[in-house]
């Protein structure tokens, strides 16, 4: 079976977790000379304005952005020392899974790599995981990286 990866999708929250998963992304696009979207997704503020208010909801949206930057950088980083290109991508007010599958079918992404993101316990139960809800949804290929 040919296949042919030129776009690599990699999700990221930041958290040490994705670490592996964004190695095994840079690797693949190095071995297919291919392109990378690191991909952080700004959930909605809905819930934080219900919470808080407005003013603390802004305050968490901006801090969540920056933590996006942070977090698409580390992509960049590791895709410069091995001689990858990267895209930094922060979607604002999705839910993740919703950001990343949505993103990877309007970009015609070959492949979705991502690790076993955040979420645990109760809300892991009550939502699901990211992960799961790519693999579910997603029309493109995922590789989820433990």
Do not use: Q
Not at 19 to 38: E, Q, R, S, Y
């Amino acid at each position: 079976m040919g296949v042919n990866i030129r776009s690599i999708l990699i999700a990221t929250d930041g958290s040490d977790n994705v670490k592996n998963a964004v190695n095994w992304g840079v690797g693949l696009a190095k071995a297919n000379d291919a392109k990378i979207k690191a991909v952080y997704v700004v959930p909605p503020a809905g819930v934080a304005v219900a919470m808080r208010g407005e003013m603390w909801a802004k305050a968490l949206e901006s801090h969540l952005k920056e933590e996006g930057k942070k977090a698409t950088a580390y992509v960049v980083d590791i895709g410069n020392k091995e001689g990858v290109e990267v895209e930094c991508v922060i979607i604002d007010g999705k839910a993740p899974a919703n950001g990343i599958v949505d993103f990877a079918t309007e970009n015609d992404i070959d492949l979705i790599v991502m690790g076993t993101l955040g979420l645990t316990g109760l809300t892991h139960i009550l939502l699901g995981s990211v992960a799961e809800n790519v693999v579910r949804y997603a029309k493109r290929p995922v590789l989820v990286i433990p």
